[in-house]
């Protein structure tokens, strides 16, 4: 009997020396990610809650200069390439593609996006809020010293056990919620790239 109980308390002790806190679980999840860098691409979902209009969802690829975003609302499918310098428009309700000069931003959605994954410690305070056998889900409230007044004030971040990569983040700015989902690293060439073979009956509107 004393054995068992000797097995039990080192088992539990050893739990304990192990335990991770949130700071140093979610840094393992920024460090996982930092691994990968702009030359990979990146890919991700995003969804948008807004009241009385309902969800949106898009699907965003990035590599380099060149990214493509796809949209599908009731049925009705919109794609958008760019190249840095040109865009492409698809609409599937018309089946025409718009052609135009590229409208300077200085990051493209995914990437500016993916930054709220990053210094998540610094400017929030962060605890465990449920644990599965897959899964950490943190609760993160924006600190008092946080010097970013626009940054959402909760936050819900989900980090997968064994990769310690995100599962999603979401946060909600004014009435709508919105929720980065289903990050991959690893975009091709030909995922951000339009082809006009692949759309042979289309309508081409040249606006350039």
């Given at each position: 009997m004393k054995k068992l109980l000797s097995i039990i308390a080192f088992i539990a002790f050893a739990g304990v020396a192990i335990a991770q806190t949130p700071e140093e679980i979610i840094s393992r999840m920024e460090a996982e990610m930092a691994k990968h860098d702009e030359k990979e691409g990146l890919a991700m979902t995003m969804d948008m809650k807004i009241p009385i209009l309902g969800t949106f969802s898009s699907r965003?690829?990035?590599?380099?200069?060149?990214?493509?975003?796809?949209?599908?609302?009731?049925?009705?499918?919109?794609?958008?390439w760019s190249d840095g310098q040109t865009d492409w428009n698809y609409d599937s309700e018309k089946n025409e593609i718009e052609i135009k000069k590229h409208e300077v931003k200085e990051k493209t959605e995914t990437e500016g996006d993916a930054k709220m994954f990053s210094g998540i410690t610094?400017?929030?305070?962060?605890?465990?809020?449920?644990?599965?056998?897959?899964?950490w889900q943190f609760l993160c409230k924006r600190s008092k010293s946080n010097?970013?007044?626009?940054?959402?004030?909760?936050?819900?971040?989900?980090?997968?056990?064994?990769?310690?990569?995100?599962?999603?983040?979401?946060?909600?700015?004014?009435?709508?919620?919105?929720?980065?989902?289903?990050?991959?690293?690893?975009?091709t060439e030909e995922q951000v790239t339009f082809n006009p073979k692949n759309y042979p009956t289309a309508t081409i509107v040249d606006k350039r």
């Open positions: 965003t690829y990035t590599l380099g200069d060149k990214y493509r975003i796809e949209i599908t609302e009731d049925g009705k499918q919109s794609i958008t610094d400017g929030y305070d962060v605890k465990l809020d449920k644990e599965t056998s897959d899964s010097p970013d007044k626009d940054a959402p004030k909760k936050m819900t971040l989900i980090v997968a056990k064994g990769t310690y990569m995100p599962i999603s983040l979401s946060a909600k700015v004014s009435a709508i919620t919105i929720t980065m989902r289903d990050l991959s690293y690893g975009v």
